[in-house]
């Protein structure tokens, strides 16, 4: 794709500082990651035609006792499959003798927000940018085309991931009871995920009542009251593949009638939706769909007036790539249309309704925020709901929740 010249660059991350001389856990740059499988921090790799040359971190007897094993230089072609490997401390000694005068170099700084982006935290980074600049061409829009579309293996981790999340969705349906707190849910999904030998792919979102209307509600601490409702979105990664499902349900095991509406009206668009996604399709018909549907039934509810109120309650969008990243990489436009569905995509589909305290609406649907969110893999025929084992029919919640 990159025609016989060109060389690729491509780092991964450093060792984030949290507080003191404590660090966040590491996770490997998610390029990086799907290029190369290596997940030690302060590392480069250099592709060109007909070589793979990996830099990293040196061997160091008291680096390694104080803080884990590196792989090191020696053992890097036996383990990585590289050409060559050299300490990632001598890459500005060596990268000429890798790239030829004046051939484009394939690049990107780690953390998504494009080529031009300086804040990266692999250590060499700036120093690529001042170095090649005008030689710097952007690596993501090819490496993205090919991360969009999930080979055998991949689809086998996120089905993982989509599993062991709808373990937990379910174990927390069963945990749930007035009077407990939102942190109480909150660590089923963290006790699950470590059991699992995974971790969460974003932060979770565990919110009671009226918190259900933040989008991004993550405080995760207050009491779960008789009667509300309780709104989780939760996913978590398997060799970096990610899972992100959402579920609604009542605290005390028994939707209320308006709640029951409202729920009712967020899973047959949501299930339309799903039922919209094959190849060929428009990548933006499960909106479409999941608008149309909302609309409707929020205008028949007597909640809305006209189709332009939709955004009141409806404020983002129905799905997003899934994959290494939550928001997976890959434009939703193509040449300004919407992209078609092809097999081996994995989308979500989540729509939801939110509805805030306002005079105009009955007080019986206040504080009511419903989201029902799966990932769905496109498939020739039409399309596989890999987060399936997550329960989201009304009587099977109730049947779950169900306390004799
Ligand atoms: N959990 C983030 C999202 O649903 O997009
Ligand atoms: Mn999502
Ligand atoms: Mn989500």
């Not at 590392?43 to 061997?59: E, N």
């Not at 060596?94 to 080529?115: C, M, N, R």
């Not at 579920?247 to 047959?268: C, H, M, W």
């Not at 809305?304 to 309650?313: A, I, N």
Request: glycine letters at 6%; a negative charge; one cysteine or more.
């Amino acid at each position: 794709m990159l025609g016989h010249d060109a060389v690729v660059i491509v780092s991964t991350n450093s060792e984030q500082k949290r507080n003191s001389d404590v660090t966040y856990p590491f996770r490997p740059d998610s390029n990086f990651w799907y290029l190369t499988g290596f997940i030690e921090p302060d590392a480069i790799a250099v592709f060109s035609k007909d070589s793979y040359v990996m830099f990293l971190r040196p061997k160091d007897e008291t680096k390694e006792i104080w803080n884990g094993i590196r792989l090191g230089a020696e053992l890097a072609p036996e383990i990585l499959l590289v050409n060559q490997a050299y300490d990632i401390d001598t890459f500005f000694d060596h990268i000429d003798s890798f790239t030829k005068k004046g051939s484009a170099i394939y690049y990107d700084a780690p953390g998504g927000s494009g080529w031009k982006d300086h804040s990266s935290t692999n250590i060499h980074n700036k120093r690529i940018h001042s170095l090649f600049e005008s030689r710097l061409k952007p690596l993501n829009p090819f490496v993205s085309e090919m991360r969009l579309i999930k080979d055998k293996e991949e689809i086998k981790n996120m089905q993982d991931a989509a599993d062991l999340a709808s373990e937990a969705h379910i174990n927390a349906m069963k945990e749930s009871i007035p009077g407990l707190f939102e942190h109480n849910i909150a660590s089923v999904f963290d006790s699950h995920f470590r059991n699992g030998n995974s971790e969460h792919s974003y932060p979770p979102i565990v919110a009671s009542g009226e918190n259900a209307c933040i989008l991004h509600y993550t405080e995760n601490n207050k009491e779960l009251k008789n009667g509300d409702l309780l709104l989780i979105d939760a996913g978590c990664e398997i060799n970096g593949y990610a899972s992100d499902i959402t579920r609604t349900f009542p605290i005390n095991g028994k939707f209320n009638d308006a709640q029951r509406e409202i729920y009712d009206l967020v899973l047959s668009a949501q299930k339309s939706a799903i039922q919209s996604i094959r190849p060929g399709v428009s990548s933006n018909k499960p909106h479409e769909t999941a608008c149309q549907i909302i609309t409707d039934g929020l205008i028949k509810l007597g909640i809305m007036k006209s189709p332009e109120d939709l955004t009141k309650f409806y404020m983002h969008n129905t799905g997003h790539w899934l994959g290494l990243d939550v928001h997976d990489v890959g434009s939703k436009l193509v040449n300004g249309e919407f992209r078609e569905f092809k097999s081996g995509m994995v989308t979500t589909v989540e729509p939801g309704i939110y509805i805030r305290r306002d005079d105009k609406i009955d007080p019986k649907y206040w504080g009511i925020g419903v989201r029902i969110e799966d990932d769905v893999l496109v498939t020739d025929k039409g399309n596989h709901v890999l987060s399936q084992k997550a329960a989201k029919e009304i009587n099977e919640i109730e049947q779950l929740m169900s306390r004799q």
